[in-house]
């Protein structure tokens, strides 16, 4: 598609006079992929919209860094995604563009000087720094702290729009990084709820049913719910989805399924089978997999950390539990097992809050509403620059 710089004005579905050119750069990785299938679907019935989605994946060609010296993630996403918005730009100015997460802006700054941008992110930096070791991460000293945060304030500032996941990363980016709270908008990646729904009729006779669903099984807690489960014999049993939980395959209770791909039949059947979720996380941000069980309408077992406050609340849908404390998990699990009755208005509960706040349908719709209005606010006199100054040897303007 080459894209075109003269759009229809209107922000209504189906009225333009041609459809409105958005790019969308995405990052690629465990809940970022199913972000991606999920803005796609919905992009399908959205008329006005023609678009362009380029997928910035670890290890390929598009995201490779010849430098070894420079081959970490930010370096390769950055550069990446700044190479392939250039192509667009090189055949016509999109009307909007959509970043996810920061880590691919970084690079792109005066891009977004030029063309109405909206970046989005599930966690800042500083954020991700409050939970370094659960994701193997170490920060470095004052200086490169101090730089790090620099690189991600200026990109942030340069976008028109920011959308995060949570209140929690809204609070950082706000607060942290210093972007007008006026421009930050908290919206969920949101879930299919048709497809991920509760059960039809009664649970099938047998012991308490756990479900696990998580990319990095150490951070996810995943240990800590095998051991828990070690200490509740043969009244629960626990279905685990993830890739990297081969070594705990035979344990008593436990059935590993390594190969689920996401949003298909086999997961959600195992959705609708189970009867608690359980994700302790160590560290993590707004993870998809609790807002599937939600929608799932299951009670949620977690921690207390990042934006899972959000997800689930202590006694209303769900059960808060201590990091790295097995046995206390094992109680809460006992307690649930106890009492179908709170698990039911638990489950309840769960699905009321992902009708509300995490339906894909409206949330994917309120990002694409957003890039509408930028669009046409910048067809309507108020330009962002021209698309050729993206390629002058010029000095970039500062932040302040």
């Given at each position: 598609?080459?894209?075109?710089?003269?759009?229809?004005?209107?922000?209504?579905?189906?009225?333009?006079?041609?459809?409105?050119?958005?790019?969308?750069?995405?990052?690629?990785?465990l809940?970022?992929?199913?972000?991606?299938?999920?803005?796609?679907?919905?992009?399908r019935?959205?008329?006005?919209?023609?678009?362009?989605?380029?997928?910035?994946?670890?290890?390929?060609?598009?995201?490779?860094?010849?430098?070894?010296?420079?081959?970490?993630?930010?370096?390769?996403?950055?550069l990446?995604?700044r190479?392939?918005?250039?192509?667009?730009?090189s055949?016509?100015?999109?009307?909007?563009?959509?970043?996810?997460?920061?880590?691919?802006?970084?690079?792109?700054?005066?891009?977004?000087?030029?063309?109405?941008?909206?970046?989005?992110l599930?966690?800042?930096?500083?954020?991700?720094?409050?939970?370094?070791?659960?994701?193997?991460h170490r920060?470095?000293?004052?200086?490169?702290?101090?730089?790090?945060?620099w690189?991600?304030?200026?990109?942030l500032?340069?976008?028109?729009?920011?959308v995060?996941w949570s209140?929690?990363?809204?609070?950082?980016?706000?607060?942290?990084?210093?972007v007008?709270?006026?421009?930050?908008?908290?919206?969920?990646?949101?879930?299919?709820?048709?497809?991920?729904?509760?059960r039809?009729?009664?649970r099938?006779?047998?012991?308490?049913?756990?479900?696990?669903?998580?990319?990095?099984?150490?951070?996810?807690?995943?240990?800590?719910?095998?051991?828990?489960?070690?200490?509740l014999?043969?009244?629960v049993?626990?279905d685990?989805?993830?890739?990297?939980?081969?070594?705990?395959?035979?344990?008593?209770?436990?059935?590993?399924?390594?190969?689920?791909?996401p949003?298909?039949?086999?997961?959600?059947?195992?959705?609708r089978?189970a009867?608690?979720?359980?994700?302790?996380?160590?560290?993590?941000?707004?993870?998809?997999?609790?807002?599937?069980?939600?929608?799932?309408?299951?009670?949620?077992?977690?921690?207390?950390?990042g934006?899972?406050?959000?997800?689930?609340?202590?006694?209303?849908?769900g059960?808060?539990?201590?990091?790295?404390?097995?046995?206390?998990?094992?109680e809460?699990?006992?307690?649930?097992?106890?009492?179908?009755?709170?698990?039911?208005?638990?489950?309840?509960?769960?699905?009321?809050?992902?009708?509300?706040?995490h339906d894909?349908?409206t949330?994917?719709?309120?990002?694409?509403?957003l890039?509408?209005?930028?669009?046409?606010?910048s067809?309507?006199?108020?330009?962002?620059?021209?698309?050729?100054?993206?390629?002058?040897?010029?000095v970039?303007?500062?932040?302040?």
């Amino acid at each position: 598609m080459t894209l075109n710089s003269h759009r229809g004005g209107s922000t209504g579905s189906g009225t333009s006079a041609e459809p409105w050119g958005f790019v969308f750069a995405m990052e690629q990785a465990l809940g970022h992929v199913v972000h991606t299938a999920n803005i796609e679907r919905v992009l399908r019935g959205e008329h006005d919209i023609s678009p362009i989605v380029i997928r910035i994946d670890r290890g390929s060609k598009r995201g490779s860094v010849r430098n070894w010296a420079l081959a970490n993630w930010s370096v390769e996403a950055s550069l990446a995604t700044r190479r392939e918005l250039r192509a667009q730009l090189s055949v016509g100015r999109p009307d909007a563009i959509f970043i996810h997460t920061q880590v691919a802006s970084l690079l792109s700054r005066r891009i977004m000087r030029c063309v109405p941008t909206v970046v989005s992110l599930d966690a800042t930096p500083l954020n991700f720094d409050t939970m370094a070791d659960a994701y193997r991460h170490r920060t470095g000293n004052n200086a490169v702290e101090g730089a790090k945060t620099w690189i991600n304030r200026r990109a942030l500032r340069a976008a028109s729009e920011v959308v995060t996941w949570s209140r929690w990363a809204r609070a950082s980016v706000v607060g942290d990084y210093d972007v007008p709270p006026d421009r930050v908008h908290v919206i969920p990646p949101g879930v299919d709820l048709h497809r991920f729904r509760p059960r039809d009729g009664a649970r099938d006779a047998g012991p308490l049913r756990l479900l696990f669903v998580g990319g990095d099984f150490e951070r996810k807690g995943g240990r800590d719910v095998v051991e828990a489960v070690s200490h509740l014999g043969p009244s629960v049993e626990l279905d685990v989805v993830s890739g990297s939980a081969a070594d705990v395959m035979g344990a008593p209770g436990v059935r590993v399924h390594g190969a689920v791909a996401p949003n298909s039949d086999e997961l959600h059947g195992l959705y609708r089978k189970a009867d608690v979720f359980v994700l302790p996380s160590r560290g993590d941000c707004s993870p998809l997999a609790v807002a599937e069980a939600l929608a799932s309408g299951l009670p949620v077992i977690a921690s207390n950390v990042g934006g899972l406050p959000e997800l689930v609340v202590d006694g209303l849908n769900g059960v808060v539990v201590p990091i790295g404390k097995p046995r206390e998990l094992a109680e809460a699990i006992r307690h649930l097992a106890a009492e179908p009755s709170l698990r039911a208005a638990m489950g309840e509960r769960s699905r009321s809050l992902a009708v509300a706040e995490h339906d894909v349908e409206t949330n994917c719709r309120a990002i694409l509403d957003l890039m509408r209005r930028l669009a046409c606010s910048s067809r309507a006199g108020h330009p962002m620059g021209n698309a050729d100054d993206e390629f002058a040897p010029t000095v970039d303007r500062t932040d302040g």
